[in-house]
């Protein structure tokens, strides 16, 4: 098997492998590490993943809600309705992240709660809940990391087209600008968007999140119409704010690594789709050549107007890294039409593009694995980090996500034993402190997440907290993993 380092945006005739310059134990199983002073420790939440309350007090249906109750779509039939009752329980929530130590919560507000149709006058109700968890916050303590956008477009939106149209755009302007005024007093990090490269692919391309469409170039208008969303948000947000909040964005970066002879150039389409597609005009103001070369038989990004590349690429204090394994990939010559319908239809996954004889696909990866299926690999957030830090050498990151999905179970002493999410954790925070030790300036680590709670197509079938939720009862048990995060917070240091 080929393994082609991933270096993100490196010419793949560059890409080489590189020997990290590291200490410790091979297997990033460390204990005593100290973190620098300063450094974030948080945890991370989602509207609708978490809220319930899916029609109180005015909030509008989302896409999450529509697709979650169209057959077949999400496992089981579950819903977003109750998830883990956080919108009722909030106090409690709060009261549990301040028994954690944790220093920030990063939470995202469901924009069909501030505005149910996506537009026109705030909610005041929508307002006062957000109002409520930051002020709850800051009373305990915790710094409020808000993300505006973590999938739930109000429904009418996307009647209207979705992110595949530009008033989508035009409309995240105007929400943004609200809940700028209502909350920017007090927010200590803005984030525009949570992983766009989902929202559009998944949600646009492959059809397994909401909208649920299958349409390449729809998927391609969202990527673009995402970018404008998030620099249009930031300007709304700075002229709004009153406070001195940090601007961010999050990302959830693919570290490729590729098999065959076609390695090199399957790892630059996926890396220009899934990577640059947005660090492009985020960061450097631009879409990669390859990108669009690429795509031509697809889209030939006329939705891309004048000065649009101008209100995407402006300063952020803090790149947000979502982080979970890493993705190997393959070429394929002669790519068939039924190939083409099993499924590589526009994902960055699937790039079959209509007229392409060569398709990328996706292959497994060597193990161990997660309850998702997804390799365990803390070398690839050590070598993501490395990569963002020599390509954008003056932008402070911060991990917003990272975590693992396993089963676990409450114990007769009421414990909840999740050894081999401890044993992710470890690795990753040893990850991450390599690659600190290595001059990269990571800022913080937000692990995902606070609690088991609506996994999109998984329901609630896949549990990420680090403490347990009880869908029957609704009842919260700090897992392990959990008493494990909170000493680390307190010492500051990987605990052994
Ligand atoms: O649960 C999701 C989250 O909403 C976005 N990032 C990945 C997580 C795990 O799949």
């Not at 002879?261 to 492009?280: H, Q, S, V, W, Y």
């Not at 690429?294 to 939705?303: E, I, L, N, Q, R």
Request: negative net charge; glycine residues 10%; aromatic residues 10%.
């Amino acid at each position: 098997m080929t393994q082609v380092q991933h270096h993100l945006d490196t010419p793949a005739s560059q890409i080489s492998n590189r020997v990290a310059v590291t200490q410790g134990r091979p297997d990033y199983r460390d204990s005593g590490l100290v973190f620098p002073v300063g450094f974030t420790f948080g945890s991370a939440t989602a509207s609708y993943q978490v809220e319930g309350a899916a029609s109180e007090d005015g909030r509008g249906p989302s896409i999450w809600d529509t697709f979650s109750k169209t057959p077949g779509k999400v496992w089981n039939g579950d819903t977003g309705d109750v998830a883990c009752d956080h919108y009722h329980r909030l106090d409690e929530d709060l009261d549990l992240m301040a028994s954690l130590g944790l220093d920030a919560y990063r939470f995202s507000i469901a924009w069909p709660r501030i505005q149910a149709s996506g537009r026109g006058p705030a909610n005041q109700a929508g307002i006062d809940f957000y109002s409520r968890l930051v002020d709850g916050l800051l009373e305990r303590g915790i710094k409020p990391v808000a993300t505006l956008y973590h999938w739930d477009l109000p429904q009418p939106l996307e009647d209207l087209g979705g992110w595949a149209s530009r008033a989508t755009a035009d409309a995240f302007e105007d929400y943004a600008a609200i809940v700028g005024t209502a909350l920017g007093d007090r927010v200590h990090t803005w984030t525009t968007l949570n992983e766009p490269w989902c929202s559009a692919y998944l949600g646009y391309g492959q059809g397994g999140h909401a909208p649920g469409r299958h349409e390449p170039a729809a998927a391609l208008a969202a990527v673009h119409h995402l970018n404008l969303a998030h620099g249009r948000a930031l300007t709304a947000l700075r002229a709004t704010s009153t406070g001195t909040p940090e601007y961010s964005v999050t990302l959830n970066f693919h570290v490729l690594r590729g098999v065959g002879e076609g390695a090199p150039e399957a790892i630059r389409r996926i890396d220009g789709l899934a990577n640059r597609a947005f660090t492009g005009p985020m960061l450097r103001g631009e879409y990669p050549a390859d990108l669009l070369e690429d795509t031509a038989s697809v889209t030939d990004w006329s939705f891309v107007q004048d000065g649009d590349l101008a209100a995407i690429h402006q300063p952020i204090d803090v790149l947000g890294v979502n982080y979970y394994s890493t993705a190997t990939v393959r070429l394929w010559d002669g790519v068939s039409e039924k190939q083409m319908n099993d499924g590589h239809k526009g994902a960055a996954g699937g790039t079959a593009w209509p007229g392409s004889d060569q398709a990328v696909e996706f292959v497994e990866q060597p193990g161990p694995y997660t309850a998702m299926g997804w390799n365990i690999a803390p070398e690839g957030l050590e070598e993501l980090l490395l990569s963002l830090s020599e390509q954008f050498p003056d932008q402070p990151l911060m991990i917003t996500e990272n975590g693992a999905a396993f089963e676990d179970e409450v114990s007769e002493d009421g414990s909840v034993p999740d050894v081999e999410r401890l044993d992710y954790l470890r690795r990753h925070f040893t990850a991450a402190h390599r690659a600190l030790s290595q001059g990269v300036d990571l800022r913080g680590y937000f692990v995902w997440s606070l609690l088991d709670n609506f996994e999109w197509g998984y329901g609630y079938a896949k549990r990420f907290g680090i403490v347990r939720v009880d869908f029957e009862t609704l009842e919260r048990t700090v897992k392990d993993s959990g008493h494990w995060y909170a000493d680390l917070v307190r010492e500051r240091a990987i605990p052994a």
